[in-house]
Structures are given as structure tokens and as C-alpha cells.
């Protein structure tokens, strides 16, 4: 495994997944029965950002630390920040960045746990040091993709299944979470499936939604933001989350926040954000996976 998230680590579309990370948790917060949440990619769990990695890129610099001085901000983003910056090591300022596991598992409640995968074994080590003594966050060190196989359904019946890799070979990487959907869902219909996606080459991502809305799910939401053109293979343009089983006006949810990052993560050109659901709840096809300039952005068929 040749890719290291630490480089990467809270830049512009990490902002985007977490935000919609923090969404989807705290829809399954809306009931007071326990849920289980999976990460398939877990990594190490916190990155610093005055570590080497961090400081070769500077990547975070067009992403959280935009945030950070921001002060009109939609509700959902204003607590996703301060969970940021109120966070272990953010005494200080704005010095490491916590990864989706920790994310989460500060937000769990008695009862709900996390099941966290990673294969790469010094990553694995150190989210196994991270949670040590946590006894609601559970560290696999295995394939993500096979783990599913054995941790699903889980004992809660409830919750959310992240699916993140790091897209080393990303056509191949697409048929691999197309096969672990489609196993998944089997063992789990009902459970919340999140899957983070890069954007450079639009040709490459539009295959592989299409494809999901043939998977059996109802509600397909689609989530993306982009700071460059998507007509690039030589760098990240923008990235995606398309969640599956997606909770009730999740868009209404996010169509602010998403609407407020444009404008704050714009870089050479006017970002662009998009939102719309690729089915709706009756299972109905609503959308072809393609691009949309934001002013024409269907909103929600869902209930208000």
C-alpha cells in the first residue's frame, strides 16, 4: 500500500466527507436505540498536521484551516469545525486532524460501537493504540471488504457502513466496492452505506453510479464538491460521497452546508457543489449520474 492518508489529511474533500460523516450520525442519533457504525478503510485514526506528511502538501491549508477563521456558518458546519478545533491536540490552535474513526467515536452514546478495519499493518497499530481501553471501538487488522462478510448484520440492526479507500487503481477499486455492496446488502438490506469516491476524470465516476442505482436500494443521495474542472487525471478535481439507504431529508441537511463550502474551499475557480438523488424513495430513478451546475439542482422528493 503505497498511499498514506497523512498527506492528505483535511483537505478539501476530507471536509466534505466528515460533514456529511457528522450528518448521517447524528440522523441515526434522531433514535434512542443503539447503532453500529463500520469503517472499511480506517487508517490511523488522527494525522498531524505539523508532521512531515502534512507539511509536504499543505493540503489542509485549502481545506479545515479555511474553516477555521470562517464565522457565518450553517449549523451542521459550525459544529463539525468546533469538533475539529475543540478536539485532543487543538488546544493550541489547529494542530492534528482526526480521521473518521475518532470523528465518530466521539460521538457514540452508551450502546452504540464502532467495528474499525485497516490492513496495512503500521496503521492498524496505531489505531489499535489510538483506541486502547475504548471498549465501544472494536480494531480489525483486515480487509475491509472481506470483514463485512463476518461483521454484518450487526447486533444493533442499526447503522452505517463507511466505505473510503484510497482509489490506488480506481476502476479496479470501483468493482471491488460493487461486489462488497452487493454482498452487504444481501446480509444487510436496511443498513446506511456511505462510499466516498475521488473525481478527476468525470468518465470514470459516472459508470459506477449508474450502476448503484440498479443495486435494489431505494434512496440513492449523491453529495459532491469540486474545486477544479473535472476533466483532469493528474490531480484530485473534487470528490463525492453517495450514500445508499440515505435518511430522510438528509438533502435538506446538507444543501446549506454543501452551498457554504463552495465558497470557502474555492481555490483558482469557483467551486462547485452538487446534490441530488440518483433514486428516490420509491425507488424510482430521478437522475442520471451526470454533471449539473448547482442553480439547477433538483431538490428532494422526500416528505418535509
Known sequence: MNYRHAYHAGNFADVLKHVVLLALVEALQAKPTPFCYIDTHAGSGSYPLEGFEAKK???HRDGIARLHPAEKVPPLLRRWRDGILGG??????????PGSPLQVARLLRPGDSAQL???????????????????????????????????????EKRGLVLIDPPYEAQEAEYKLIEQALKSALLRWPTGVYAVWYPIKLRSQVQ????????????????????????????????????????????????????????????????????LDWLLDEAGSQLNTPSPLPASRLPRSPGRR
Open 88 to 97: 485532543e491536540g487543538n488546544e493550541q490552535g489547529l494542530k492534528h486532524y
Open 117 to 155: 478495519c485497516e490492513l496495512h499493518v503500521e496503521e492498524a497499530a496505531k489505531l489499535h493504540e489510538l483506541f486502547r481501553g475504548n471498549p465501544q471501538v472494536h480494531v480489525h487488522q483486515r480487509d475491509g471488504y472481506e470483514a463485512l462478510k463476518a461483521l454484518l448484520p450487526p447486533k
Open 207 to 274: 459508470p459506477f453510479l449508474r450502476k448503484l442505482q440498479h443495486s435494489g436500494v431505494k434512496r440513492i443521495l449523491r453529495a459532491e464538491l469540486l474545486v477544479h474542472p473535472d476533466d483532469s487525471p493528474l490531480r484530485l478535481n473534487g470528490s463525492g460521497m453517495v450514500i445508499l439507504n440515505a435518511p430522510w431529508n438528509l438533502d435538506d441537511t446538507l444543501r446549506e452546508p454543501l452551498r457554504v463550502l463552495a465558497g470557502l474551499l474555492s481555490q483558482d475557480r469557483p467551486a462547485e457543489w452538487k
Open 57 to 59: 502538501t499543505g493540503e
